[in-house]
């Protein structure tokens, strides 16, 4: 690590609330210093009085002025004004999810596109347990959006593929995400029983962004922590986080509730891994530690032999050549897996070369 490198981790207020202007925030910390952004900022939802049940009951809808902006130029101006500060604070390889509602998701998008951002995916948030359409004028509005993008075209953005497929049951994760809205023991109250953030989100969502989209030690940063999700999950997953809230008394919340987070023990951090983002162990490294010896003869599953040579190629016959090529010579294949198709023999027994590979591989992770 450089020592400009090293200034710059000294200087991250890791697993810390900051108060004050996100952008402020945001441009007062280490550039290239975030490995991901998630951002639930307002949606600028241009409410026009208040909004009554059938029954005449009151709707506890966000009127807060925090969501409040004179007009579109306003908030585009001020969407701008903060994806830029967090675009500053990412690393070259970081990527940033937004969410929002009709009301603002799409003008998000244009400036994410105009500011450089590369946009990956586009979520549908599927609520479960919407909110009712009281007036019946429009329909019930039951989703929300997320986009995904990196930090610019050519980022190597990272992506659990294997983790998020193995949390849907073995099936590839899709982009719509069926999840139900924040009720019951999740909903945060504060000291009068009501609400204590109108639109706190479910910590499932937060789950799955982070499992698919970080890995442990990474640094999450959130512009408007609100109740602090994000940081609750990034601590229990490991991850460190960084969130930015204007609002006394979300941070009071916020940090009340993830002090009372336990982190998960480091084994269990681990998730299903692409077979393509595993370490390259060439077969030659195997001969090489003495993990199999020079002379040593492979087998495949009908007894087929196959003599190992110093330089980590093979022989069997007139063929010669690596693990795959004579691999597939034998079977008179274009092309042949060799870890999976030569064995060794230990205590008597076969065992799949692979053993071997998946030792070394675990020795590179320890």
């Not at 004050?20 to 998630?38: H, I, K, Q, R």
């Not at 903060?82 to 799409?106: C, E």
């Not at 986080?241 to 916020?254: C, D, M, P, Q, T």
């Amino acid at each position: 690590m450089t020592e400009t490198a090293m200034r710059g981790a000294e200087a991250l207020p890791r697993n810390t609330i900051l108060a004050g202007d996100c952008v402020e925030a945001m441009n007062a910390l280490p550039e290239a210093s975030v490995d991901l952004v998630f951002a639930d900022p307002p949606y600028n939802l241009q409410l026009k009085g208040e909004l009554h049940r059938p029954d005449n009951s009151k709707v506890d809808a966000v009127d807060d002025e925090w969501d409040r902006f004179s007009g579109f130029a306003a908030y585009d101006a001020f969407t701008r004004s903060w994806l830029a500060a967090a675009r500053r604070v990412l690393k070259p390889d970081g990527a940033i999810w937004v969410i929002g509602s009709y009301h603002n998701i799409y003008r998000v998008g244009a400036t994410l596109q105009d500011l450089g951002f590369w946009i990956l995916n586009d979520v549908v948030w599927r609520k479960s347990n919407p909110m009712p359409n009281f007036r019946g004028k429009r329909l019930t509005n039951a989703h929300e959006t997320l986009i995904w993008a990196g930090r610019s075209e050519g980022s190597k953005y990272r992506f659990n593929y294997e983790a998020l497929k193995a949390l849907n049951e073995g099936v590839q994760m899709r982009s719509d995400w069926t999840l139900p809205i924040c009720t019951g023991h999740e909903r945060l109250k504060d000291a009068d029983g009501e609400k204590a953030h109108p639109t706190q989100k479910p910590q499932a969502l937060l789950y799955r962004v982070l499992v698919g989209t970080t890995d442990p030690g990474d640094v999450v940063l959130d512009p408007f922590f609100g109740t602090g999700t994000t940081g609750a999950v990034a601590k229990m997953l490991g991850r460190d986080w960084i969130g930015i809230e204007r609002e006394e008394s979300y941070r009071k919340v916020a940090e009340g509730r993830i002090a009372g987070v336990r982190a998960f023990d480091r084994s269990a951090l681990d998730v299903s891994a692409s077979k393509r983002a595993e370490p390259r162990v060439p077969f030659g490294q195997l001969v090489e530690r003495g993990l199999l010896r020079p002379g040593e003869v492979l087998t495949n599953a009908r007894g087929q032999a196959a003599k190992v040579r110093a330089d980590g190629t093979l022989i069997s016959g007139e063929a010669k050549g690596s693990i795959h090529q004579v691999g597939a010579a034998i079977e008179g294949a274009p092309s042949c897996n060799g870890w999976t198709y030569w064995h060794f023999t230990r205590d008597g027994a076969p065992v799949l070369i692979d053993a071997l590979r998946q030792q070394i591989r675990q020795e590179m992770r320890s």
